[in-house]
């Protein structure tokens, strides 16, 4: 490996890192804006606000709200803490048991898939073999 692909590497893991924190911020700017009912002066409900103000989708929003109200507000968990961690891995542990604490431990070591596999959502089974046309990748 180049020099150049290292630092490629560690740059973009530095950003994915940032990204991720900001989604925290993200997360905790839509629960105060939510609970202040301002953004009723915008739009008629909160999926259309998010969607024609934010710009980002009522299932989004609700995923990054729901992360921050459950382990920072209702958690006691400081939001720093939350930082560096894929916001998909927060979201699915904070349905499985455990602490706050317990739970980010998981999203901070376990894969998606084995996140999956602990909620139920996915079983350990056999792959079937499929065929993908390589032109335009519809499945056969």
């Known amino acids: 490996m180049t020099s150049l692909t290292t630092g490629l590497i560690a ?8 990204v991720r924190g900001s989604l925290i911020k ?7 804006i ?4 301002e953004w ?3 739009a008629d409900n909160w999926g259309q606000f998010v969607e024609s103000e934010l710009e980002i989708s009522q299932s989004q929003a609700s995923k990054l709200q729901n992360i921050y ?5 209702k958690g006691g968990l400081d939001a720093s803490q939350l930082e560096g961690t894929d916001y998909e891995k927060l979201n699915a542990v904070r349905k499985l048991s455990g602490s706050p604490l ?13 996140l999956k596999q ?3 959502d996915e079983q350990p089974h056999e792959h079937e073999p499929i065929t993908i046309c390589g032109i335009c990748q519809i499945r056969l």
């Open 11 to 18: 740059h973009t893991k530095e950003l994915l890192h940032a």
């Open 26 to 32: 993200v997360g905790e700017n839509l629960y105060r």
């Open 34 to 37: 939510k609970q202040s009912n």
């Open 40 to 42: 009723q002066q915008y």
């Open 69 to 73: 109200e459950h382990f920072v507000v």
């Open 102 to 114: 317990e739970q980010l431990a998981k999203a901070k070591t376990l894969s998606r898939r084995e």
């Open 118 to 120: 602990e909620k139920g």
